[in-house]
């Protein structure tokens, strides 16, 4: 079994579904293969689009010790935007950004028509238990990152507040696209 169906098979059992929207972003580096999107709607809750990529790990990157990631994200929306600048940021950042929790990254762009989120936060994998959110594919271990949307404007706060604070914030919402900025 190779590492692609590896993964996709816990992302079904994971999911309880056995098909999801498979969406490709062609990749702009001619040597690399494409970075695949898995796209479940309605999951886990109604009214949610839950996104996966693969392909991130498919190049190395320095500071990657215990495995490699992929990203998750997971918003109350039904613009597939959102799945889109998942496979978008793992392809053009991948050698480039190591994804560590704590971590934001300016998309420099609104991802979606629905708000004016241009950027992200990488955290712990949302409603996902540990066990779950670490795969061992054979060839390396593969450690699914969550991604969640939130406003550059918000950049200076994260760093007063810190990762824990920021998160406890009473107006922090890590999966409703149409909040306001916190200020």
Known sequence: MNIAQRYLEHLDRMTGRSESVIRRIESSASH??????????DWPHQGFFSAFTLGLSSVNHADWKLGKPELMISVESSDEAWCFALGYMAERL??????????????????????????????????LKKAQS????????????????MYSSEFPIYEQLGL?????????????VTREPLQ
């Open 94 to 127: 991948r050698g480039q950004c190591p994804f560590f929790y704590g971590q934001t990254i300016n998309f420099h762009a609104e991802i979606s028509e629905e708000s004016s989120m241009d950027a992200f936060l990488v955290f712990a994998p949302p409603f």
């Open 134 to 149: 670490s795969i061992d594919l054979g060839e390396f271990t593969c450690n699914i990152a969550g991604m969640y949307p």
């Open 32 to 41: 690399l293969p494409p970075v695949w999107v898995f796209v479940y709607r």
């Open 164 to 176: 824990e604070k920021f998160w406890q914030h009473p107006k922090w919402d890590p999966f409703n």
